[in-house]
């Protein structure tokens, strides 16, 4: 770094509306005799804790009016941010203008996002728009070469170490770290206000979707190590993962984060006040065994029986407050992740003894009925599509055979349905009694599916001890129609005695009449859920 790339620092701007920490960075100003120009409540603040501070009005010579909305908008603010100190025609016309230089910017915006998730209603969120803030930050941001500008507390003492190393000066590499943030930040700001006011005219898919999120974690890598990745939170306020507290364990990688909430998606179908407690086992973002129970501890035991194998490291999510009679039968085998809406002082003594076991507390379930978008990446753009938020409700179930469920069956098909939802395609599910006993995910033939599945619930079985497949005298779902009758029929020689699949097929006929002559009763949801 040569001498030319500091500069000093002799007047700021300071206009926050979040005044964290403001004291302590005025007071290091003052401390270099830095002139302070603020507006408003920062003015006052300041003021108040005896730092010395100039008012922007008077540095104008020209009123704050408009209800603040013209304060900040004015040639002797950003004349003096954007001169160019090493440029002769910049520094005659800021001579000639009386026009002092402003060296420092710190500003951080109207609480736009925070208002939105207040639910503040059409007014209300427009006037907590910010325009002459953006206006500086940008104006700062470009001409880095001699003005910082500050958009987070955070970067104060950043700022403040600067002007102690180098005698009221600071160099060229923190102002661009500087400037780059305060780009993203006004860039965020601006995605925001615009996907909320696509939101207002009812524009699902507007002409421009802008994405922005705040880097949450660093991972070691993504998928595999030889790939770099970043978790990152967007403003969405839905309860889950991103909101999550990690209590203990290890830092999540790439895998965990993507197969933990898909754990947590699928266990909140099941509301506890109407399901009871549930449990649901994720590897590889397929569930491995989902079930109900009479406690939670049943749930788990029930859930992990579909597939001991495959639960082996693998992610529990659970649908209540984990307790201490749960936890002493996770900790049984190696588990990757827990999540969980809350943990008693129990459970959590008992996980404790696993320090690498990762226990994530989110504070309530997210709910399955919100909407919101998933993003998928492709080369030279992204697919948007709303959430998968809905279920076929009883009423709309339609019986399309002879034989009718009976109150059980309907139970059990309602439930592998919901499961189903969350298999990737093409996928089965064999259930009983509330509980998963076979899982056939993500295979190119429905019919493959269907024998896995199978397979999976004899295993299951004489895993238990047992000969006789669970399947047998089990339901079984599908996530589309059955596009022949052979899928159908491998399910009713696994022992399925009733079906629930979407239907729509151009052979539903066929497929209908193979399930009256094999004695099975089938329901048809209209709704297919089909997850890639």
Excluded at 90 to 119: C, Q, R, W
Aim: net charge negative; proline share 4%; aromatic share 6%.
């Amino acid at each position: 770094m040569s001498a030319s790339d500091l500069q000093p620092v002799t007047r700021a701007l300071i206009s926050v509306s979040d005044k964290t920490d403001l004291i302590t960075l005025g007071q290091a100003l003052a401390l270099h005799n830095i002139e302070i120009l603020s507006t408003g409540g920062s003015a006052k603040m300041l003021a108040d804790a005896g730092i010395p501070v100039k008012e922007v009005a008077e540095h104008t010579q020209f009123p704050e009016m408009m209800d603040g909305r013209v304060k900040t908008l004015h040639p002797m603010i950003h004349g003096g941010i954007l001169a160019l100190r090493d440029n002769p025609d910049h520094v005659k016309a800021m001579s000639d203008h009386s026009i002092g230089p402003i060296d420092l910017v710190v500003v951080n915006l109207y609480p736009f996002e925070e208002t939105v998730a207040k639910g503040a209603d059409f007014h209300t969120c427009i006037e907590n728009i910010d325009i002459g803030g953006p206006a500086m930050i940008r104006s700062a941001a470009k001409n880095y070469g001699f003005v910082n500008v500050v958009v987070d507390s955070a970067d104060y003492q950043t700022v403040i170490d600067e002007l102690n190393t180098h005698g009221g000066k600071t160099s060229i590499e923190t102002r661009k770290r500087l400037a780059a943030k305060a780009y993203a930040r006004t860039g965020a700001y601006d995605a925001a206000i615009s996907n909320w006011y696509a939101e207002q005219l009812g524009q699902e898919f507007p002409e421009r979707l802008v994405f922005a999120g705040t880097k949450q974690q660093g991972l070691r890598y993504g998928e595999n190590p030889h790939q770099s990745a970043a978790f990152y939170a967007n403003s969405e306020s839905r309860i889950g993962i991103a909101t999550a507290t990690q209590i203990q364990g290890k830092e999540l990688s790439y895998n965990n984060y993507n197969d933990t909430d898909a754990a947590f998606e699928l266990v909140a179908e099941f509301d506890p006040k109407t399901a009871g407690p549930a449990c649901a086992i994720i590897k590889h973002a397929n569930p491995c065994g989902v079930a109900t129970g009479a406690t939670l501890a049943d749930a788990y035991r029930t859930a992990f029986a579909c597939d001991t194998t495959s639960a082996f490291g693998g992610i529990i999510a659970l649908n209540q407050t984990l307790d201490a009679a749960t936890a002493e039968e996770i900790v049984k085998i190696f588990t990757e992740v827990i999540i969980a809406p809350d943990a008693d002082d129990a459970a959590k003594a008992i996980i404790a003894a696993k320090k690498n076991l990762r226990l994530l507390l989110t504070g309530g379930l997210p709910d399955p009925s919100a909407g919101g978008r998933l993003v998928k990446s492709l080369a030279g753009g992204y697919l948007i599509q709303g959430r998968d938020n809905a279920l076929t409700a009883e009423p709309e179930l339609k019986v399309v055979t002879k034989r009718a469920p009976t109150e059980q069956e309907l139970a059990d098909l309602k439930f592998a349905f919901t499961v189903a939802k969350h298999v990737k395609s093409n996928a089965i599910v064999y259930a009983r009694n509330g509980a998963t006993v076979g899982v056939g995910a993500g295979q190119m033939s429905r019919v493959d599916s269907s024998k896995i599945a199978a397979a999976k619930s004899l295993e299951a079985a004489q895993n238990a001890g047992e000969t006789e497949a669970w399947a047998k005298g089990s339901v079984v779902a599908s996530d589309a129609f059955f596009p022949f009758a052979d899928g159908l029929l491998a399910a009713a020689e696994a022992g399925a005695t009733a079906v629930i699949q979407p239907g729509g097929s151009m052979r539903d006929d066929e497929v209908i009449a193979a399930a009256d002559e094999a004695g099975l009763a089938m329901v048809m949801t209209g709704m297919r859920h089909f997850r890639h």
